[in-house]
């Protein structure tokens, strides 16, 4: 049982210069420990997501700031949590999702929501002397973990990670280590063989996209995909079996008027389907993301069908970590495994909901960070502690994706876990 002694919050800045929110928290009885925890924000975000929470003061940040989710952890919430005793984080999430109201979390802010109920995670697990994981493993009724997530690296960006100059929003590395150590290793020297070819190949300097990755300027997304082998290989290393890859396509961003637009091309949905097809093929593809626009649901039983043989079908912008749309998917068969953002749902019990439908669907579950990222570390331990089968950082640059990865070799190095057995094609 838990009493809140004091909550607040600030607004900080997160890894796009955009405003978001820290929410600090004291428990009674904790010896003076105050903790935090800050919240993420998504740019390619899916229409059924939960709904966060900004000024909308043109004058200042353009309307991103946060200083009304401030003022609702400080006064509405605040004054509700104080003094009372919470057993468990579905109590008190449950008393954060009353005080909203609403479907959306559009009243005081799905931003504002989820700081709240992961700083109280945060606070429960200093209460206890746990370290993060091994509470959130807690949560799912485990002891402990006993392996790590696979980690999937970002390589190459386009879409509205990168300016749009391909319209595939990511191209992932997934290395076949069997330790984190040696995964990020490989993975360093692959980002700096890529960055090299693009240099040589295209006179392009490394300038990175949001999460990381190179954005270089290419004639077809197809490029991306063979300059990724290619980086593979200058770095040493086979693709399909020291390094897979995995592609983020976020087809809605570049479907209008029921065709996808690629780069000069204007695909049906089966058209799409068989593209994604021919590149699991090709190439190395273990994972495709988001292959079908978020509401196009007639074809994406038909991708599953036709591609996951030797691919995950991953839900993004889908499936939002929604129950009723991951029920959905899984009625259909539309895909097979869930990326997993606790921010599209709004807190940590819901998206625990979301984790436990995609079990049993038989699903594999990638935790993911948002393009929008802090220091703040606690994603690394949420993945350890709900099993998850991947993580989804970013590239092996920039300290708000760093934090994640350093996190994780801490993790490692304590416990021992190996990496998750995948992936196999």
């Known amino acids: 049982m838990s009493r809140i002694r004091k909550l607040d919050a600030l607004e900080i800045l997160d890894s796009r210069g955009r405003p978001t929110l820290k929410v600090r928290m004291e428990l009674e009885g904790s010896g003076g420990i105050v903790c935090s925890a800050s919240v993420p924000s998504g740019a390619s975000t899916g229409h059924a997501e939960a709904r966060e929470l900004r000024d909308g003061d043109k004058q200042r940040y353009g309307g991103m700031g946060c200083r009304k989710s401030v003022e609702h952890v400080c006064g509405i ?14 109590q008190l999430d449950q008393r954060l999702l009353d005080l909203d109201g609403s479907a959306d979390k559009s009243r005081l802010g799905a931003n504002t929501i989820l700081g709240c109920s992961l700083v109280f995670a945060r606070a429960q697990a200093l209460e206890a002397r746990l370290p993060l994981h091994r509470h959130f493993a807690g949560m799912i009724g485990q002891n402990g973990a006993d392996r790590l997530p696979r980690p999937t690296i970002n390589l190459f960006s386009g879409g509205k990670h990168a ?24 993975s360093w020297e692959v980002w700096q063989a890529a960055a090299r070819l693009i240099r040589d190949e295209l006179g392009m300097r490394a300038l990175t996209a949001d999460e990381g990755g190179l954005a270089p300027a290419v004639d077809s997304d197809e490029q991306l995909l063979d300059l990724a082998c290619r980086a593979i290989q200058a770095a040493g290393l086979e693709p399909g079996r020291d390094i897979f890859l995995a592609l983020d396509v976020a087809a809605s961003h570049f479907y209008q008027d ?37 509401d196009d649901w007639d074809y994406w039983p038909q991708l599953r069908q036709q591609v996951d043989h030797s691919c995950l079908i991953l839900g ?95 993790i490692e190095k304590d416990c021992g876990f190996p990496l998750n057995p995948w992936p196999l094609k």
Not at 77 to 90: R, T, V
Not at 163 to 186: E, K, S, W
Not at 388 to 407: A, F, P, V
């Open 316 to 410: 993004d912008d889908l499936l939002c970590t929604t129950p009723a749309r991951i029920q959905r998917a899984i009625q259909t068969h539309s895909a097979n495994a869930l990326l997993l953002k606790v921010n599209q749902v709004g807190s940590l019990s819901e998206a625990l909901e979301s984790l436990r439908l995609a079990r049993q669907g038989g699903w594999q579950v990638t935790v993911s960070a948002r393009s929008g990222e802090t220091e703040d570390d606690w994603l690394a331990d949420l993945a350890v502690g709900w099993r998850g089968d991947q993580i989804k950082i970013g590239s092996i640059t920039q300290s708000e994706r760093l934090s994640k990865y350093n996190r994780l070799l801490e």
């Open 77 to 90: 919430i605040a004054d509700a949590l104080y003094g009372e005793d919470f057993h468990d984080q579905q």
């Open 163 to 186: 300016g749009g100059q391909a319209a595939i929003q990511d191209v992932l590395i997934v290395p076949a280590a069997d330790t984190m150590d040696r995964a990020l290793a490989q």
């Open 258 to 294: 029921s065709l996808y637009n690629l780069q000069g091309q204007a695909l049906t949905s089966v058209g799409m389907v068989d593209l994604l097809q021919k590149w699991s093929r090709i190439f190395p593809l273990v994972s495709i993301e988001d292959g079908l626009a978020e």
